[in-house]
């Protein structure tokens, strides 16, 4: 999908004639460059449409071959109207999330985590959701690197973890509820481990509200992991979170501040790569 950011005067010229190499169906790339010009009118003003004249006066085409092209392009979903003039559709939306679906969340994990400063210093995890367990996926140790029980490939209870709370948290009611069905008693790795579901729900009550998750001590003694969520691209895609483990003693009010925005940060970039130019998010507790 191409970037909604293009500016107008980098949109390529539809009349011009293909040149050696180039593509043999002047069609699709006429359709490209009107997605281009509408997704650069979105982005400098979101409410106002594109208009057919204009269109066609900015890539200098016959208005009649710009009007047969938005027709098809409006059948298939891929823009819309909007007033006298067109927008951008919701199937490139869908167009993007199938592509987004298909990146390797590994391979993105460890490409994206040596973009954060504070972060790429410590223990950074990625894992997804199974059941009511977790299993970690990929590790980042950085120059604080520390001995912890969640290896690459191992399964922790979600209730006990960040990362599992951060995304059970991020769950809908109902599905929440159905992972919930019938446990009575939640697994405890130390005395700190939520024993009882009504305490693990109040403390999802309390991550929402907060927006990451905290393990204080709850995995390991004297050890305190925070985690984030990644929204899912799709409805069925699998649920991942992302988290920063630290020895406690370490883990003041401002590393912790600094800490999460890494982490939010890091989420948003495994759902959308061109969020990297994005300013972290403020943090409060």
Not at 46 to 55: C, E, F, H, N, V
Request: proline content about 5%; charged content about 25%.
């Amino acid at each position: 999908m191409r970037n909604s950011s293009t500016s107008v005067n980098t949109v390529p010229d539809a009349h011009a004639e293909p040149k050696a190499g180039a593509t043999l169906v002047p069609a699709v790339t006429r359709a490209a460059a009107i997605l281009d010009v509408i997704a650069a009118d979105a982005t400098a003003n979101a409410a106002a449409p594109t208009q057919l004249s204009d269109l066609a006066r900015r890539l200098r085409l016959p208005k009649s071959s710009v009007a047969n092209i938005c027709a098809a392009l409006l059948e298939a979903g891929f823009i819309r109207r909007v007033g006298t003039g067109f927008g951008l559709g919701r199937r490139l939306a869908e167009l993007g999330g199938a592509y987004l679906s298909t990146v390797d969340q590994v391979q993105a994990f460890f490409e994206h985590v040596e973009q954060l400063a504070i972060a790429s210093e410590e223990t950074t995890q990625l894992a997804v959701l199974d059941g009511l367990e977790v299993t970690y996926l990929a590790r980042h140790d950085g120059r604080q690197a520390i001995r912890i029980a969640s290896e690459v490939g191992r399964r922790l209870p979600a209730s006990c973890t960040a990362l599992g709370k951060a995304v059970l948290a991020s769950l809908a009611p109902d599905d929440l509820a159905a992972h919930l069905r019938g446990v009575e008693q939640l697994p405890t790795l130390t005395e700190h481990s939520h024993r009882h579901v009504a305490d693990l729900l109040d403390d999802l009550d309390q991550i929402r509200q907060r927006g990451y998750a905290v393990d204080d001590e709850e995995t390991s003694e004297g050890i305190l992991c925070l985690g984030v969520a990644i929204p899912p691209v799709t409805p069925n895609e699998s649920r991942y979170a992302v988290s920063v483990t630290l020895l406690k003693a370490r883990a003041d009010a401002d590393r912790r501040a600094a800490v999460v925005a890494d982490l939010r940060r890091l989420a948003r970039l495994l759902v959308d790569p061109m969020s990297g130019t994005r300013a972290s998010d403020p943090v409060g507790d």
